[in-house]
């Protein structure tokens, strides 16, 4: 199944189940973080990402260069999204 097909199951798997906006983030991370993992750098989403001042995004983009560089949880929570933030909407 490719991650797009994979997407939509698992979409399609909790429709009606959640919340409109928020039941579809594990599936919309592993759309992203299949798609991120082929590109170079290796990019990684991270879904609520800490508020670096401008609101608390729905998704961050790290480099796995950036995330290497913060091992530790402490400093992993101060990063902000080297690669852009993600804001979901429902569909409606």
């Given at each position: 199944m490719t991650p797009v097909e994979s997407y939509l199951a698992d979409l399609y798997a909790v429709s009606g189940a959640g919340t409109a906006e928020t039941s579809g983030y594990p599936a919309l991370a592993n759309l992203l973080n299949a798609v991120g993992g082929a590109l170079k750098p290796k990019i990684t989403a991270?879904?609520?990402?800490?508020?670096?001042?401008?609101?608390?995004?729905?998704g961050g983009?790290?480099?796995a260069k950036q995330l290497?560089?913060?091992?530790?949880?402490?400093?992993?929570f101060k990063l902000k999204p080297e690669r852009g933030v993600l804001e979901v909407k429902p569909v409606d």
């Open positions: 991270v879904i609520h990402p800490s508020n670096s001042g401008a609101g608390l995004p729905d983009f790290f480099s290497r560089q913060h091992p530790d949880e402490a400093s992993l």
